[in-house]
């Protein structure tokens, strides 16, 4: 309890200390001269957010690409050396590839998911209820993700994975791909004999996508499902008077129509992708070749305590989080100029 | 329970694409509409129970005992149905041994709740300033803060903490003091609000700089100064934005965990970063963990249901522009 008084008052204060802070200045500002009043009152509106990114995000990002620049103890300049550690030794290489990984199979499947239960619910009895159910899952953090599906891919000594029960009763199932019921899922990386060499990803990569695409299909399913709904009906009815199918209409007429929002949701998951993280730190920890970079990130700088291989990993995130954004911004573009937009 | 995912309004930024009108309701609609053919639903209803079955199955377990979760599958439950609190009632208890899961939600809100004012409050002011003020450079300003919006917080975070532990120094002469915010609540509420204030920004000015240009005018022209514009008009027409962003953020934060295991220290930590403790410390304690899992998802959920109009809004509005 005493925790949460001292944070009342401590909100309260801080809270109160910044209005009144701002409606002084405010009063200041009325002692300026007019010509420049508007200009210094602009300022006092941004002052909070202005210095807040300033100090929490621009200045550091500045400082990390800085840091990624000098060693792990931040004492000597070693140029580009981190970053031709982080492509060239295969744990760290491990896990851009693993990144990619999840970059492509996790944005391919949920947008498909997305897309499915978006076309496939509409106007259906009981759309509401599948699309919540789809969506649960997206407000659940992804560390009660992680949790969830624990319980999903466990193995011995404990009798609680789902999938083991499933895969056990399929008849000729060789026992690496769990016919006996006793495959441990997350940590082992290949599939009986193909076990995949050192620097490609593994097969419990997959397993945890599969957590990812659950997690983030909902959203996606949310903005199509919106998307799909603003298609004039003018448009569908004309293709089906000339005698296009549902299916045909779908592809033919909505898709088109809706190519803008289905870049931005790959977009979105893109990214949500490549900042993986907490997916992997609650269930494997990164172990078992699952780490992916935003992982070995915080490993790297906080559990090894090395400072400039760690930075360096998180400017790999920021560059290939450029092109994505880039090629967003184009496609829009395009999808506008074609909707004459 | 208001399920009612379907029929949003507008997304909060008022730019109105035609691509999301609202459907408008005509006859001929259901025939011309009915993509759901007979695969179509199966399909539907085959995903809608892979989604379900993992989260529900947690939800049994948490109300199994302790032999049971241990030796048999949840599914078990169906054919030997059997209820216990004992494992909420261990993950809530606050004994020596015990995980004390009502402190670490308590945590969670003090963590969440002022960081959601603090970040939607100050991105209200700023894009105030971006939509109806005349300063020099704020189109460049603005497109700085969209562009901070590409930045992965992992970027922020070594230089954040170092500054947070040691301040900030140019030879000797320190320029930013060690204020020792680490593992203090503090430091995890700056934090959030830094990482936020670009999308908050980004969304609410999409909305105030479409609020009506003649009321924002006519309160000018009648002596009112930004001042009292803001706080008598602005603030109130925002409201719907401010819900939907401010249920977005929240979100959004109670679900966080990266920023939570870097900056709040064991004792600070929020259920989150709880229930990774848990998970990897008590690796055997499957039935602690089901209701533990359930104890953080508990409010998410219900915010979800019972604020959902809103929260989809605020996805929408988010989702317009990526």
Known sequence: ?341 | MSVAIDDVDPPVDGTSKPGRRKRVLSTGQATSRSLSSQPGRIIVYVLMFMWTVPTFGILVSSFRSEIDVKTSGWWKWFTDPSITLENYRRVLSSAPGDDNMAKFFMNSLIITIPSVILSVGIALLASYAFSWMKFKGRDWIFVAVVALLMVPLQMALVPLLQLFTGGAHIGTVTIFPDLSLTGTYIGVWIAHVAFGLPFCIFILKNFVSALPKELIEAARVDGAGHGTTFVKLVVPLSVPAIASLGIFQFMWIWNDYLIALIFAGRDKAPVTMKLAQVAGERGNAWHLLTAAGMVSMVLPIMVFFALQRYFVRGLLAGAVKG
């Open chain 1, 1 to 341: 309890m005493g925790d949460l008084i001292s944070a009342i008052v401590t909100v309260t204060i801080a809270i109160g200390g910044l209005l009144a802070f701002l409606g002084g200045l405010y009063w200041l500002t009325s002692k300026v001269p007019k010509k420049w009043q508007e200009g210094v009152r602009s300022w006092v509106f941004l002052l909070p957010a202005m210095v807040a990114m300033i100090i929490g995000l621009l200045i550091p990002t500045i400082r990390t690409i800085y840091l990624s620049l000098l060693d792990d103890n931040g004492d000597k300049f070693v140029g580009f050396d981190n970053y031709s550690d982080v492509f060239t030794t295969t744990g760290t290489r491990l896990t851009v590839f693993n990144s990619m990984t999840w970059v492509f199979v996790g944005t391919v499947f949920t947008t498909i998911v997305g897309l499915a239960v978006a076309r496939f619910a509409d106007g259906m009895r009981g759309e509401k209820a599948a699309k919540s159910a789809i969506f649960i899952p997206g407000a659940i953090s992804l560390v009660g993700a992680g949790i969830i599906w624990k319980f999903v891919y466990d193995g011995p000594p404990f009798e609680v994975g789902l999938l083991n029960s499933i895969t056990k009763n399929i008849p000729g199932l060789p026992a690496s791909m769990g016919g006996d019921g006793d495959r441990i899922w997350l940590l082992e990386r290949g599939f009986g004999g193909a076990d995949p060499p050192a620097s490609l990803p593994g097969f419990n990569t997959f397993l945890l996508i599969i957590i990812f695409i659950w997690a983030s299909a909902g959203f996606a399913t949310v903005i199509f499902s919106a998307a799909i709904k603003g298609v004039p009906d003018s448009l569908i009815e004309a293709a089906k008077v000339d005698g296009a199918t549902d299916r045909q209409a779908f592809y033919k007429v909505t898709m088109p129509y809706i190519r803008s929002t289905i870049v931005t949701v790959a977009t979105t998951i893109t990214i949500g992708g490549l900042k993986a993280f907490d997916i992997v730190a609650a269930t494997t920890g990164g172990r078992f070749g699952t780490s992916t970079i935003a992982n070995e990130f915080f490993v790297t700088k906080f559990v090894q305590g090395r400072g400039g291989l760690g930075s360096a990993l998180a400017v790999v995130i920021f560059i290939l989080v450029i092109p994505v954004v880039v090629m967003n911004r184009q496609a829009q573009k395009r999808a506008e100029e074609m909707m004459g937009a």
